[in-house]
C-alpha cells in the first residue's frame, strides 16, 4: 500500500543550501532573534549604569569613563580609519589560523571518527595537546617562530583546531548506524559514504566546534597582539591602556563584543541553513 502525497509539497532530502520557501524561519534563529529582544532592556538598563556611575563619582573616570565618551572614542577611531586597520589586521590572522584549523581538523576528525583504530592510535596524543593551554603556549610559540605573523597565526590555529576537531569526531559519532547500513547495501564507496551520509549529519556538531573555535581563535590573537604587536585590536588596547587613553581602550573592548556577538550569530545562521535538510525530512515523515 502507498500513500498519497501531495507533489507540490514534495522536499528533496538534504538538500540544504536553499530552503523552500514554506517552512518556516530556523528555531535556532527564531530563538535567537526572541534572546536578543528579551535580553535588550537589561542591556540598556547596563548602559544606563555605566554612564551615569563614572558622572555621579561612584567609579573613578579617570579608569571607567562614561559610556558617551567611550562611544565618542569610537566614533574619532572610526572616522579616521583607525579602528578598521586594527579589526583588518586582527580578523585576517584570526582568519587564517582558523582556515588552517579546518582543513586539519574535520579531515582528521572524520577519520578518527570513523575508524577506531585510527581513533586508538591518535587519540593519546590529541588528548595530550588539547589540555595543554594555548596560553600558557604563548611564549613558546613567540621565541619559536618569533614575534612577526606566524605565531599569531599558529596561536589562533591551535587554540581552535581541538574544538573543531573534538566535535567533529562526535558528530560523526552520532550518525545513525541504520543510514550506514543502508547505505553501504546500495555500494555506496566510502568517499560517497563520507560526503553524502556522514559529513551532513556531522554538521551540526562540527557547527558548534566551529562557534567555540572562532571565539578561541579571537581571543588567542587578542592575547598575542597585546603581547608582542604593533598593531590589531589587541595592541591598541594594551596601548592604550598603557598610555591612559581609557576611552579609546574601552572602544577597543566594544569592538571586540561586537565582532564575537557578530560571528556568532553568523555562525549560528549557517547552522540553521546547513541543517534544513532535516527540518525537511522531518516535515516530510510528519
Known amino acids: 500500500m ?18 523552500p520557501a514554506f517552512l518556516p ?13 528579551l535580553g535588550l532592556p537589561a542591556l540598556l538598563v547596563l548602559a544606563l549604569a555605566w554612564e551615569l556611575a563614572p ?16 562611544l565618542a572614542a569610537l566614533g574619532e577611531m ?46 593519546f596524543l590529541v588528548q595530550t595537546l588539547r589540555n595543554t593551554s594555548q596560553f600558557a603556549l604563548l ?20 587554540a581552535a583546531v581541538f574544538f573543531l576537531l573534538i566535535n567533529t569526531i562526535v558528530g560523526v559519532k552520532s550518525v545513525d548506524p541504520l543510514h550506514l547500513k543502508a547505505a553501504r547495501s546500495m555500494g555506496t564507496s566510502d568517499w560517497d559514504l563520507f560526503a553524502k551520509v556522514i559529513l551532513p549529519s556531522a554538521i551540526p556538531s562540527i557547527v558548534a566546534g566551529a562557534r567555540l573555535g572562532v571565539k578561541s581563535s579571537l581571543f588567542s ?27 579609546r581602550m574601552y572602544a577597543g573592548i566594544l569592538t571586540l563584543t561586537v565582532i564575537g556577538f557578530l560571528l556568532n550569530y553568523a555562525l549560528v545562521a549557517f547552522e540553521a541553513r546547513a541543517t534544513r535538510w532535516r527540518a525537511s525530512e522531518d516535515k516530510g515523515f510528519a
Open 139 to 158: 611564549p613558546v610559540f613567540i621565541l619559536v617562530l618569533g614575534i612577526g605573523e606566524a605565531s599569531k597565526i599558529a596561536i589562533t590555529f591551535y
Open 55 to 70: 558622572r555621579l563619582g561612584w567609579i573613578n573616570a579617570i579608569f571607567f569613563p562614561p559610556l558617551s565618551q567611550v
Open 221 to 247: 590573537v587578542i592575547a598575542a597582539e597585546m603581547l608582542a604587536a604593533q598593531s590589531g585590536i589587541g595592541y591598541l588596547i594594551q596601548n592604550s591602556s598603557l598610555m591612559l587613553e581609557t576611552d
Open 78 to 123: 572610526i572616522g579616521s580609519g583607525l579602528l578598521a586597520q586594527h579589526i583588518g589586521i586582527s580578523l585576517q590572522r584570526a582568519a587564517i589560523g582558523f582556515g588552517l584549523a579546518v582543513v586539519v581538523a574535520i579531515p582528521l576528525g572524520l577519520l578518527m571518527g570513523r575508524y577506531t583504530l585510527f581513533e586508538k592510535v591518535s587519540d
Open 25 to 37: 524561519a530556523p528555531s535556532s534563529l527564531r530563538h535567537a532573534v526572541s534572546a536578543i529582544g
Open 2 to 19: 502507498t500513500l498519497a502525497t501531495d507533489n507540490s509539497t514534495d522536499i528533496p532530502p538534504r538538500v540544504w543550501w536553499s530552503r
